[in-house]
């Protein structure tokens, strides 16, 4: 396969399913992609029923062509991230890693059109992120529940409404924004900087009012980040963590013991809010997005310093500040099944916590006027093997 051949079978692949998200290339598969979470075998011009670990090597070598860094990265930590663009077509976000000795390459297609806060009808506090002056602000969940494309967004919002210089460090440029009230300066990993702990002490020099991060992966970065936030920056930056508690824990176990009370301090000062993600199956098809959002205020301060007790949760905290635009996981899921977004058994599956999701499912088919229970004909039994129908 030559590098015009794999550009037929990328645009085979796009082309084979509305809102394909992913494009997978592994030995004894066919070519597949994902769209709205599920995955899809692609019909070629010839018949490749079975990728041979020949062809995905081949196929993973012309995407990294003659670029030394990723090459050494593959073979000495097997497994390199890279961008790839399909002209006229499409960017990617494309990881090539060696399993079972054989080689695999997993391609994120990358929007173009920069979304709005509004297009991605992300609840309204993301409008208040964006006008944060200072601080941190972690966007958190899984790979591919759309941290990036949040974040973009709220780039999106600044550029809008603030005239303020933006340093973005990413692995590698998603999304590509133009200047228009903001000035925006976009770094890419291994091309214009070697890691995120370097990209952001540089950032530092460069500067910015707003500095974009794409992941906190090392305690490096993380304290390169706290100092950031403390000396008039604002941060934005993403963790692979499912709520706010864990957002907190992992950060601390970056660090050592004897350090967790002064990065619990720098912590409860710095952190604006912590939104996480996860997408959900939508009814009807496609999948829709659900958040639980934390901001700060003086009790979580409290609980970020002195570690969550009995009804003193972040869970519980977030919960009692509804008003304010915080939301738990649960509640948003539950507005969710309230709009016929998602059904029952997926806010189920989704849920936090599962006792408090089966209430507030049967308080609102309750409202419906819809049964709540599977149970019928109760009877109480009288004794001696007589029972009368409970009326």
């Known amino acids: 396969m030559r590098k015009r051949e794999i550009d037929h079978f990328l645009r085979k692949m796009l082309d084979f399913h509305e809102n394909v998200s992913d494009l997978i ?16 075998a692609v019909p070629m011009d010839v018949s490749i029923s079975s990728l041979t670990p020949f062809q995905t090597e081949i196929f993973a070598l012309n995407l990294l062509g003659a670029d030394r860094r990723n090459v050494e990265a593959l073979l000495t930590e097997g ?23 054989f080689y695999s390459v997993v391609m994120r297609k990358l929007e173009t059109q920069i979304p709005s806060l509004e297009d991605l009808k992300l609840p309204a506090i993301f409008k208040q992120m964006a006008q944060e002056r200072n601080g941190i602000i972690f966007v958190t969940g899984a790979t591919g529940s759309g941290k990036s494309t949040s974040l973009a967004a709220i780039l999106n919002e600044v550029n809008d409404h ?3 210089h933006i340093v973005t460090l990413e692995d590698p440029v998603e999304f590509v924004h133009h200047h228009r ?21 540089a950032a530092l020099r460069q500067a910015p009012k707003i500095i974009l991060v ?23 930056t993403t963790l692979h963590t499912i709520d706010a508690g864990q957002s907190v824990n992992r950060i601390l176990g970056m660090f050592d013991t004897e350090e967790e009370k002064q990065v619990r301090i720098r912590l409860a000062d710095s952190i604006r809010y912590i939104a996480c993600q996860r997408l959900l199956p939508r009814e009807g098809g496609g999948r829709v997005a659900a958040f639980e959002i934390m901001g700060n205020d003086i009790r979580i301060k409290e609980v970020i310093l002195e570690g969550e007790s009995e009804g003193k949760t972040f869970y ?11 939301s738990t996981f649960d ?14 058994e997926t806010a189920m599956a989704y849920a936090s916590k599962k006792a408090i999701m089966r209430r507030g499912i049967d308080r609102i088919k309750a409202a419906r006027g819809e049964k709540v229970t599977d149970i019928e004909d109760l009877e109480i039994d009288r004794g001696y093997g007589s029972s009368v129908k409970k009326r």
């Open 79 to 101: 497994s390199s991230d890279l961008s790839y663009h399909l002209a006229g077509k499409a960017r990617f976000r494309v990881n090539i890693f060696s399993q079972r000795g």
């Open 25 to 40: 290339v592994t030995v004894d598969r066919p070519f597949q992609v994902e769209s709205d979470g599920q995955l899809a």
């Open 214 to 236: 794409g992941e906190m992966r090392d305690r490096e970065t993380v304290e390169i980040g706290l100092s950031a936030a403390e000396t008039g920056h604002l941060v934005l």
């Open 316 to 326: 519980d905290i977030i919960e009692s500040n509804r008003a304010f635009g915080w």
């Open 162 to 164: 603030r005239s303020v």
């Open 181 to 201: 009230r903001a000035t925006f300066n976009q770094r890419e990993m291994g091309s214009d900087f070697d890691s995120f702990a370097g990209g952001l002490r």
């Open 331 to 344: 509640d948003f899921i539950l507005e969710l099944f309230q709009e016929g977004q998602v059904s029952n």
